[in-house]
T-cell receptor
Framework: GAVVSQHPSWVICKSGTSVKIECRSLDFQATTMFWYRQFPKQSLMLMATSNEGSKATYEQGVEKDKFLINHASLTLSTLTVTSAHPEDSSFYIC????????????????FGPGTRLTVL | EDQVTQSPEALRLQEGESSSLNCSYTVSGLRGLFWYRQDPGKGPEFLFTLYSAGEEKEKERLKATLTKKESFLHITAPKPEDSATYLCAVGGSNYKLTFGKGTLLTVNP
């Protein structure tokens, strides 16, 4: 399957600072990437859809000014958590689908390894 | 609103003891029923996609089946390395996935 990477794998920051997380598709071009957040023992919650060359689409209840998404190239999307607070501490995971895959394989989403954010 | 409910929340099995995990769903316009495996502290790993009622897919000790309202993940003769959280998700419009909370499977040797 396709490979998606994330960087960093974990980060600790002070309250009020901003943190940037990168998501890369390594062996395919992803016009669309997705950002999820997962709290302990909870499901993955979709935060936003990142579209190459255009604005991200945010899910209801997600603050777009707090979670800035930039999809500047076909292989890279970034999520910046601005003015982070302890309640933003979570596991952030990105995914991507390969639009070049044939048939229903194009529906499959491949996930990155996740980024553990801890805000002190 | 798409909804996915998985049961049980946790399941403990002895090595070799077969069982099934359940995923019930409601969705307007199903674009695939997905099963993922997630190990602690890692991202989900793709297992299967099912599209039509009656469809079945197999991979090693795992078999996924689909009806109009639910999907089952059957685990035959599990091994300790099958221990993980198994996530079910439904695909909707614009390729968005709605996940259930998962089933934490523990297989004891």
């Amino acid at each position: 399957g396709a490979v998606v990477s994330q960087h960093p794998s974990w980060v600790i920051c002070k309250s009020g600072t901003s943190v940037k997380i990168e998501c890369r598709s390594l062996d395919f071009q992803a016009t669309t990437m997705f950002w999820y957040r997962q709290f302990p023992k909870q499901s993955l919650m979709l935060m936003a859809t990142s579209n190459e060359g255009s604005k991200a689409t945010y899910e209801q209840g997600v603050e777009k000014d707090k979670f800035l998404i930039n999809h500047a190239s076909l292989t890279l999307s970034t999520l910046t958590v601005t003015s982070a607070h302890p309640e933003d501490s979570s596991f952030y995971i990105c995914s991507a689908r390969d639009p070049g895959a044939s048939g229903t394989a194009g529906d499959e989403q491949f996930f990155g390894p996740g980024t553990r954010l801890t805000v002190l | 609103e798409d909804q996915v409910t998985q049961s049980p929340e946790a399941l403990r099995l002895q090595e070799g003891e077969s069982s099934s995990l359940n995923c019930s769903y409601t969705v307007s316009g199903l674009r695939g029923l997905f099963w993922y495996r997630q190990d602690p502290g890692k991202g989900p790993e793709f297992l299967f996609t099912l599209y039509s009622a009656g469809e079945e897919k197999e991979k090693e000790r795992l078999k996924a089946t689909l009806t109009k309202k639910e999907s089952f993940l059957h685990i035959t003769a599990p091994k300790p390395e099958d221990s993980a959280t198994y996530l079910c998700a439904v695909g909707g419009s614009n390729y968005k996935l709605t996940f259930g909370k998962g089933t934490l499977l523990t297989v004891n040797p």
